[in-house]
T-cell receptor, first 109, second 115 residues
Framework: GQQVMQIPQYQHVQEGEDFTTYCNSSTTLSNIQWYKQRPGGHPVFLIQLVKSGEVKKQKRLTFQFGEAKKNSSLHITATQTTDVGTYFCASQAGTALIFGKGTTLSVSS | NAGVTQTPKFQVLKTGQSMTLQCAQDMNHNSMYWYRQDPGMGLRLIYYSASEGTTDKGEVPNGYNVSRLNKREFSLRLESAAPSQTSVYFC??????????????FGPGTRLTVL
């Protein structure tokens, strides 16, 4: 079935460094969604990308959808301690969403 | 507007016991979902309900049953709990199945331990 692979699984950065997580699929995706889960919390929707080559920004976060719609990335510029958590990508499979395993980001000040 | 609520927040069971996890949403959403989250495994879909009156299996349905009681409520039942079902369970809802902007809203989760 459809799967999305996320890398890396873990990333530790110093505050102020940049961070990127990647989401890859062997099949063409209809869309890609990104969620953030703070430690001890629940996943919260960040954004959805639908169009080939789409780029969206939310303050220090930049989301990209690949030209072939088989990969996506989330880039955080100048990380802050508030960015800690696990970032998930998810793709639509009919009514359901298929989630990647997530990238857990830790930030030291 | 409470969003998605789940009860209980925590639960400890002994092997073989049964229990029902409750989920309710007040956003008039059509679709509801149950996920389990285990370390390093991400979110895995157990069951989902695209609309009131329908339920479908997800990736890991074995050992679980669900009931879409009405549009608001979607419950998950463990008939005979096993230690492998120790996990954090999340309920989620979304407005329009298959529609372009189909973000999911998650509840706070139920932390279940089976001894």
């Amino acid at each position: 079935g459809q799967q999305v692979m996320q890398i890396p699984q873990y990333q530790h950065v110093q505050e102020g460094e940049d961070f990127t997580t990647y989401c890859n699929s062997s099949t063409t995706l209809s869309n890609i969604q990104w969620y953030k889960q703070r430690p001890g919390g629940h996943p919260v929707f960040l954004i959805q990308l639908v169009k080939s080559g789409e780029v969206k920004k939310q303050k220090r976060l930049t989301f990209q959808f690949g030209e072939a719609k088989k990969n996506s990335s989330l880039h955080i510029t100048a990380t802050q301690t508030t960015d800690v958590g696990t970032y998930f990508c998810a793709s639509q499979a009919g009514t359901a969403l298929i989630f990647g395993k997530g990238t857990t980001l830790s930030v030291s000040s | 507007n409470a969003g998605v609520t789940q009860t209980p927040k925590f639960q400890v069971l002994k092997t073989g016991q049964s229990m029902t996890l409750q989920c309710a949403q007040d956003m008039n959403h059509n679709s509801m979902y149950w996920y389990r989250q285990d370390p390093g495994m991400g979110l895995r879909l157990i069951y989902y309900s695209a609309s009131e009156g329908t339920t479908d299996k997800g990736e890991v349905p074995n050992g679980y049953n669900v009931s879409r009681l009405n549009k608001r409520e979607f419950s998950l039942r463990l008939e005979s709990a096993a230690p492998s079902q120790t996990s954090v369970y999340f309920c989620a809802s979304s407005s329009r199945p298959g529609f372009a902007y189909n973000e999911q809203f998650f509840g706070p989760g139920t932390r279940l331990t089976v001894l």
